[in-house]
């Protein structure tokens, strides 16, 4: 752990590990750490695939990275067994900071099963917090429920859409409007940037809390570098935001809540379901109705 | 209850209000109803927004409407607050079985908060079935979670696309690949519907059940009125294919166990967090590790 504390790559990646693979160790590992969390500042990136967010990515840790900021970037892929873990590697070596010292690139997949991906995630982020990186940047592959699951955890969200996004807004529309702190229309120097602008803004303005917060809508090209710097001050003003708010302290609360109430309730419900409790359901799934089941079973001590 | 079993559409919509408000009743309703249920065959069409969903669920309902089926359409709209339930009329309205007795449409929206709406369009579904609709089509919005949700629990799930959708099945990956039963290249009139169709029977030949059941892909114009036939063949053989091969009793059998799951779970769980539980847990939330904070929790008895 002292390792881990005094910047061991090594003892890093091992814990990391760790909570990956659920290892009896985890709890105790991540418990230990606790006192050393809550100093880092949690980004979150999320759109549509095609959108440039690894770029961008690249383009605002080269920000941080330049004031002597140190980075984590944990890439979460809930990708179908379709697709596979062929990206994380592609991931790395596109980078700009591949050889970085100051930059850790972890890419988190599925193995299978998409449960509980977004709150490893979140463990993983605490490691990389507790290791002393001052900004994490949560970056997802898609726009589907798991990646929406990892940014919600986060302080900032960043949406990241093309011009060519427009039809995908009704599609995304549930939950993408709501969760954005900050909007960016990437590769804007395509045509229809300032149209998908003007849409954004005026589906924003029927978001309630745009009095506290008036979600900006930033054009950028990654590739060329333009609108990088109103980006960072976009970012820049929602961290102030959330400090000044007191936003910051009820996320983080809401975090340890969440994660709380999982834990929680992933042991009482596994407690529960003894061999006599399953054997009432399976016997009962064809004949009894699913209220008089329920109750059977909930009655049965 | 003999009024619903003898077919008063007034005694359905009030007892789908019970359902839809979740009152008292409700589970009485339910249960005392359950020995009736089980007979109807359940679709599930979903499907990105402007795909023609709802013209196709028209046509779909005219041919089983010829044969002199009845057909009960549940319309699942998890917007968010920003669409709200306009929806349903205009749905009602454009259909072509609007003054159809032997046809039962009915919107189901989200209010405010989308948990539950899955599993309460699905005892809406058991209510039509109980009330003799042979055919329950559960017609989605959009492709969200909740709509992934929602086909999760019928027999056939139909997945509508366009030409055009190509760059959306990256989108729709995590999930819609695999949900399909029957994929729909709607609009097929258009440009690209071929290559479509080439690039989803890849994609469809790395699932794994291929063996036992090769999933169609069907070109059709809804509005033309073409591949409806073939589209209705692919059904009838699926429908076959689950009868045989026992899918349909483990189906219902899943969609039983799970709504037991449920049940029992949201009951547990109110009654585990009381207010001395719910009390060390805010107390601890900034202080104690969060694994050390939920055993503090569960040993409180």
């Not at 969390?37 to 949690?42: I, L, S, T």
């Not at 080269?62 to 892929?77: E, H, L, T, W």
């Not at 590697?89 to 998409?114: K, N, P």
């Not at 929602?238 to 992933?266: E, F, M, N, P, W």
Request: net charge negative; charged share 25%; with cysteine.
């Amino acid at each position: 752990m002292e390792e881990l504390l005094g910047g061991s790559l090594r003892s890093l990646a091992q814990t990391i590990s760790h909570v990956e693979n659920e290892t009896l160790q985890a709890p105790l590992l991540l418990d230990s750490l606790f006192p050393h969390m809550g100093h880092a500042y949690r980004v979150g990136v999320t759109g549509p695939p095609g959108a440039g967010k690894s770029t961008l990515v690249d383009k605002i840790t080269q920000v941080y990275r330049d004031s002597g900021k140190r980075v984590g970037i944990i890439v979460v892929d809930p990708s179908s067994p379709f697709t596979g873990g062929a990206l994380l590697g592609d991931r790395l070596r596109m980078s700009d900071h591949y050889l970085d010292e100051g930059v850790f690139i972890r890419s988190m997949a599925t193995r299978g099963e998409t449960g509980g991906l977004a709150a490893r995630s979140q463990e993983v982020g605490d490691l990389l917090d507790a290791a002393g990186y001052d900004i994490i940047i949560f970056e997802t592959v898609g726009v589907g429920q798991v990646e929406l699951d990892v940014v919600e955890t986060v302080d900032t969200t960043l949406v990241v859409l093309v011009p060519e996004s427009g039809d995908d807004i009704q599609l995304m529309k549930a939950g993408i409007i709501e969760i954005g702190d900050i909007f960016i229309i990437n590769k804007s120097d395509r045509e229809g940037a300032r149209q998908l602008g003007h849409i954004l803004e005026q589906l924003l303005a029927l978001k309630e809390e745009q009095v506290e917060w008036k979600t900006p809508v930033c054009q950028t090209s990654a590739t060329l570098g333009t609108g990088i710097e109103e980006l960072m001050q976009c970012l820049e003003r929602h961290h102030s935001h959330l400090k000044d708010t007191g936003l910051h302290t009820s996320k983080r609360r809401d975090r340890a809540r969440q994660r709380v109430h999982r834990l929680v309730a992933d042991q009482v419900m596994s407690d529960f379901w003894n061999t006599t409790r399953l054997d009432i359901m399976e016997r009962g799934l064809d004949t009894v109705p699913p209220y008089q089941l329920s109750r059977s079973i909930l009655e049965e001590s």
